[in-house]
């Protein structure tokens, strides 16, 4: 151990700096990752014990316990060079007030399908009796969105508050 603690006691603060710099441009330029910034935050961490005049044996000791709190910190170190969210970060549902509509679209999932087997088929079988009615939430300021709960209780017109589930679908909650 004391040839660790004198190893990295002589090291200079250029050594540290140097090897922050090697694996940031390793890890972000050859790599594409971000996995071992951890690793570059900690040598320049420790080039600055160093610089402070740190003894070899706090040096060696710092070096796991920077880890650890690099590595619970990391998400925010991250979170600081990427803009996009996360997506286990809580968001608010929005609440939204509009009315029912009918989708009267020929494009739904349940149309397309038996518009094209009753098409595939038409010689060979009747005409279906059956109707599907789709029904979408439109929210005042005139965007649609699917509804994601059974909606065969409402009916069209019916004024409602939705809570935003996804970009595009809804939950009725009144």
Do not use: C
């Not at 006691?9 to 971000?34: G, H, P």
Request: aromatic residues 14%.
């Amino acid at each position: 151990m004391a040839l660790i603690y004198s190893f990295l006691a002589e090291l200079d603060f250029y050594w540290y700096l140097s090897a922050f710099i090697f694996i940031l441009v390793l890890d972000v330029y050859f790599l594409n990752t971000t996995v071992l910034l951890l690793f570059a935050v900690m040598s320049l961490s420790t080039g600055l014990l160093s610089l402070l005049g740190a003894s070899g044996q706090l040096l060696t000791w710092s070096i796991p316990l920077q880890l650890i709190l690099l590595f619970v910190a990391q998400r925010r170190l991250l979170g600081a060079t990427y803009e996009q969210s996360s997506p286990y970060e809580a968001k608010p549902h929005l609440k939204l007030n509009g009315i029912i509509i009918e989708d009267d679209s020929n494009a739904s999932s349940h149309n397309y399908f038996y518009g094209y087997k009753d098409d595939k088929q038409m010689q060979f079988a009747e005409e279906p009796t059956t109707s599907s009615r789709a029904f979408k939430f439109r929210a005042d300021d005139g965007e649609i969105f699917n509804i994601s709960s059974d909606h065969d209780i409402y009916s069209v017109g019916n004024r409602v508050v939705a809570r935003k589930l996804t970009e595009k679908t809804v939950e009725i909650i009144e």
